[in-house]
């Protein structure tokens, strides 16, 4: 029988990272006889099996642009050369068979963005050379003829490149990331009330948690703004360059003692037990991994409707669902939320919607999505 081979394109793998993760979980789904694993990548950090093939693909780069370019044209031509039978790739790169939209549209997020800046950035904003090379780079490569197939991890991500891109619809498949329902889960009583006298947090508090970097597309500022007007406190679980700014922010809302900027963290899980609810108002994002985390461990979400994880909340029941900017709205959904997510039949329902996206069911699908894709 003839062994398939496989190539996945990550420019940089980060083992922390959530594209990395679904990188990991499709190469061990697939992992089989007849099939032959390759990764073309820049950097490869963290550990990788043996039975996959690494092929480092690190040509100079000068900037933004001379880095992005450069790969896709060297990653496309080691493809070419090595004459793959499928290759996926997790980047915007023209030629590949199956792209992998974790970023989801480079359009809808600028269209998100300008509505934080005023009238002149927002010109500057799409006029800039960058992101007009992302977004020409992204209409290519829907449009090459080599392409068969899209993976996203949302409906909401579909619908846009419908939208933006005409691909039909039963070209896109959309497969929800997975979550180690084992790993992340609910806090006891006893180790809740370790953890916040560990992070000096009154037992009585009321504690939101924010995880993510990049502070601007995550909604960092309309947190902190609707965090400062209840009395709730708020864990802030990442990193920014721009971290002074919101910290001034805080400082000038009176509610410094109630927001904590925790910075970035390899072990996340005790955070999320220390917390009642997450809350991550972001500009636009395809599907936090926080989301699915969180709610892993038996905590009410509040997000946005720009994220692709609104489509696991069902508003009142296992969280609330807004505008991104609208604080008003923010502040009214925190308010509604279980004061203790332990125990609490708002946390039990977050936990129980996202009990069958486990790692073996995306193994499955993936699994079932190539088996298709290698039979046409």
């Not at 080599?146 to 490149?161: D, H, T, W």
Request: glycine share 6%; aromatic share 10%; net charge positive.
């Amino acid at each position: 029988m003839k062994v398939f081979r496989l190539a996945i394109v990550r420019q940089k793998y980060r083992s922390d990272g959530g594209a990395e993760r679904f990188v990991s979980r499709a190469l061990e789904a697939l992992e089989h006889k007849y099939l032959e694993l390759n990764v073309i990548t820049r950097e490869w950090q963290g550990s990788r099996n043996p039975n996959w093939h690494l092929h480092p693909c690190n040509p100079m780069k000068f900037e933004r642009i001379s880095r992005e370019r450069g790969f896709a044209d060297s990653a496309r031509a080691l493809w070419q050369k090595e004459k793959f039978d499928l290759v996926q790739s997790h980047e915007r790169i023209p030629g590949c068979n199956i792209y992998r939209a974790g970023d989801g549209v480079h359009r809808r997020w600028l269209l998100q963005r300008a509505l934080m800046l005023p009238e002149w950035r927002r010109k500057w904003l799409f006029s800039n050379r960058y992101h007009r090379y992302v977004m020409c780079a992204e209409h290519a490569m829907y449009c090459a003829p080599e392409l068969k197939a899209v993976i996203c991890n949302a409906e909401m991500i579909k619908q846009e490149i419908i939208e933006g891109f005409g691909i039909p619809a039963d070209k896109i498949t959309v497969t929800y990331n997975a979550i180690d329902n084992q790993k992340f889960l609910p806090v006891n009583e006893q180790l809740r009330q370790q953890l916040r006298v560990n992070y000096q947090i009154s037992q009585q508090a009321h504690c939101l948690i924010f995880v993510g970097s990049g502070f601007e597309r995550k909604g960092l500022a309309a947190a902190i703004r609707a965090v400062a007007a209840t009395g709730s406190y708020l864990l802030v679980v990442g990193k920014d360059k721009a971290e002074k700014r919101y910290r001034a922010l805080v400082q000038s809302l009176g509610c410094g003692e109630r927001v904590r900027f925790m910075g970035d963290q390899k072990q996340i899980l005790p955070f999320y037990q220390a917390a009642d609810a997450l809350l991550l108002p972001t500009l636009y994002d395809p599907f936090p991994n926080a989301i699915l985390e969180a709610m892993s461990c038996g905590l009410p979400v509040i997000t946005s409707t720009t994220c692709g994880g609104a489509e696991f909340i069902t508003q009142g029941i296992n969280g609330f669902v807004s505008d991104s900017l609208n604080v008003d709205a923010l502040v009214e959904a925190i308010c509604a939320l279980p004061h203790q997510a332990l125990g609490s039949s708002m946390g039990e329902a977050a936990r129980l919607r996202i009990l069958p996206h486990t790692p073996a069911h995306l193994s499955r699908q993936l699994v079932d999505f190539y088996q298709r894709l290698l039979l046409e």
